[in-house]
């Protein structure tokens, strides 16, 4: 059975700071492309990072760049997304997501369940 679960998500001021895990099962997860996705009430679901199997590219959406990092650890199945200088618009609900072949917006194989971030300002 494929599962990914998010955490480390919560409420936080605005310029705080939060790091969501995401620990995954059940799929040759050296293989993936592993993601951040994020969806605010009201809005569609955007994609904010992924990150590369083989060579750890990582991309990111321009109103997080350098403010968020993405990592991956292939030896615990495990991607990790590190938030910095958080804004009241990075309020969201933070989905992790893995694609054997896509990246970015067309990602999707496989999906968590979430986790909130709220940025008070």
């Known amino acids: 059975e494929v599962q990914l679960v998010e955490s480390g998500g919560g409420l936080v001021q605005a310029g705080g700071s939060l790091r969501l895990s995401c620990v995954t099962s059940g799929f040759s997860f050296d293989d993936y492309t592993i993601g951040w996705f994020r969806q605010a009430l009201g809005k569609d679901r955007e994609g904010v990072s992924c990150?590369?199997?083989?060579?750890?590219?990582?991309y990111y959406v321009d109103s997080v760049k350098g403010r968020f990092t993405i990592s991956r650890d292939n030896a615990e199945n495990m991607v990790y997304l590190q938030m910095n200088s958080l804004k009241p618009e990075d309020t969201a609900v933070y989905y992790c997501?893995?694609?054997?072949?896509?990246?970015?917006?067309?990602?999707?194989?496989?999906w968590g369940q979430g986790t909130q971030v709220t940025v008070s300002s």
């Open positions: 990150i590369t199997s083989s060579d750890r590219r990582a």
């Open positions: 997501t893995a694609d054997r072949l896509e990246i970015g917006a067309q990602m999707g194989d496989y």
